[in-house]
């Protein structure tokens, strides 16, 4: 991630001499040309580690604004309290960088602007999640089906499965290889296509839990 980081903040090609590959073809993360700036002030890698640290805390104020909106204050509090509080939480910010810490802080405020009806922001947030990583629109897809059930509001669900599934198929299928990556294994069974994946998954979905 600091070699990466660090190639990206001085506009030079992002080849990581740990995976021989390119940073968007070992895992397609484009959030990381954005966070590249925080070298232009420092070039110790601890800056990504104080950044990781804050936006994992930062996390618990859209968690706490949605919590207040439906529970009485204390209890919101204590809802933003166990966000802090969870091991996986805990856990993420003593551990080295990565990119899936930036995830909480985004679907906080994706959580909250749908709640509150604002879809342009809504959407812009929809587009910063699934920058994270390539497999996140898989993740985000079914947050359609909860947007259906729950506001009734059919087009945004349509809009938001198919822009997240069509996000990772692309990033996955069609610009990874392009980029050079040959084989792709993050959740894809050894021989199998994505698709052959995608659908033992469907067939399966307890495969997703082991």
Do not use: C
Not at 48 to 60: K, T
Not at 82 to 96: C, E, P
Request: proline share 4%; charged share 15%.
């Amino acid at each position: 991630y600091d070699q990466s980081l660090w190639l990206w903040s001085k506009f030079e090609k992002p080849y990581s001499t740990v995976t021989f590959n390119l940073d968007l073809t070992d895992r397609f993360r484009p959030i990381m040309i954005p966070i590249s700036v925080l070298y232009w002030f420092s070039e110790n890698e601890r800056v990504i580690l104080i950044f990781q640290a804050v936006v994992l805390g930062a996390a618990v104020f859209p968690i706490w604004l949605v919590a207040k909106s439906s529970l009485p204050w204390i209890l919101a509090i204590v809802v933003a309290f166990l966000y802090l509080d969870f091991i996986g939480i805990g856990a993420t910010a003593v551990f080295d960088f990565h990119e899936m810490a930036l995830l909480p802080l985004f679907l906080g405020w994706l959580f909250y602007f749908l709640s509150r009806g604002m879809w342009r922001s809504y959407f812009v947030t929809l587009f910063l999640s699934l920058s994270v990583r390539e497999h996140v629109g898989f993740l985000l897809a079914t947050l359609g089906f909860y947007v259906f059930v729950v506001f009734k509001n059919l087009k945004v669900a349509l809009f938001t499965s198919f822009i997240s599934l069509a996000w990772s198929i692309a990033a996955i299928a069609v610009i990874m290889p392009m980029l050079g990556q040959n084989y792709y294994a993050s959740f894809v069974e050894k021989d199998d296509t994505l698709g052959q994946a995608i659908l033992s998954y469907l067939k399966n979905p307890l495969f997703a839990v082991e």
